[in-house]
C-alpha cells in the first residue's frame, strides 16, 4: 500500500512521523510520498521520515493508493480540483484521507471526481507525541478494510473512535479544540501558583502531572466526575471552597460558551 499527503505542515508532520516512529510498524517510509508549496517542507519532512518528496501533488496521486490531505482547509478548494485529473486517471480510485478541520464529506464529494471513496479524520495537535484523540467517519464508498487502513494510519498518533459525521462537529470540540482549553487550564492553575510563590516550571509540571492522573482515573475507574468530585471534596475542607469558587465564577457556563462557540464556527466553516 503506498500512501501520498499534500501538505507537509504541522499535521501531515505529525502523522507521518507517528506512521514511520517504529522499526516495527506495518507503514515504511518508502512508501510515504509528500509535497507542499514550496516543496522544501516537503523534503525536510521526507529527509526526516525516509519517505520520498515530490514536486507536485499530481506526482503524489499517481504514486498513492491512500492520499492524506493536509492542507489548511480553505486551501482544498484551490488543491483539490488541481489533482482531480490526476485521481480520474488512474485504474483504481485512490482513498482519500482528509483531516481539514470542519469541511464535510459532501464539500469533499463536490470537489472530487465522483465515486472517491473519503474518510474525513479529526486528529489533534498531541498527536506530535502520539497521544491524539482522532475522530472517524467515511462516505458510502469506503469500505471496512480502507477505514481499518486509516485507524491503524491514525493509531501510530494515538486513540481513533469513529463518530457519526452528524456529531463530527461536537467531536471537533471535545476531541480537538478542547485541548487548548485543558492547555489554557493548566497555564491558569501554573500562574495562580506562581502568583502565590512557586516557581512556573515546577507549577505547570505538577499542574500537568494532575491533569494526567485525573483523566486516568475517569477512564480506568469507570465513574463519572461528579461523584469524583465528591471524593476530594472532605467536609468543611478545602477542596469543596474552591469547587464552589469556581462554579460561582462560572466555570461550567464557561466551558458551555467555548464549547457552542467552536460549533459554530465549524458549522460555517464546513459550508
Ligand atoms: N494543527 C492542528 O492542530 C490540527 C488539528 C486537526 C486538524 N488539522 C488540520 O490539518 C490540516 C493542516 O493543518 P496544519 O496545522 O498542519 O497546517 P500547516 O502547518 O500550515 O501546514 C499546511 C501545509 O499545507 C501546505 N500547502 C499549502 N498550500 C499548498 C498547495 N497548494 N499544495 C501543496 N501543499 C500546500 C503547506 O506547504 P508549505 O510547508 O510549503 O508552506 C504546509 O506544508 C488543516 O486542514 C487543519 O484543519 C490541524
Redesign the pocket.
Known sequence: MKYGF???????GAIIKGMTRSTESRFDGKDISI????V??AEELAKACGANACRT?VEVVAASDVLVL????Q?LA??VPALAGAIEEKAERPLVVS???GKTLEYLEGLLPANTPIVRV????NAKIGASTSGLCANALVSEEQKQIVREMFSTIGTVAEIEEKQFGIFSVIG?ASVAFAYMYMDALARAALKAGMPKKQALQITAETVLGSARMVLESGEAPWPLVDQVCSPGGTTIEGVTALQAAGFESALTKAFDAVLEKDVRLGK
Not at 35 to 38: A, K, M
Open positions: 499534500i501538505g507537509a505542515g504541522n499535521m501531515a509535497t507542499s508549496r514550496t522544501v517542507s501533488g493536509a492542507v489548511k482547509p486551501m484551490e488543491v483531516i481539514a478541520a479529526m486528529p489533534n495537535i480537538g
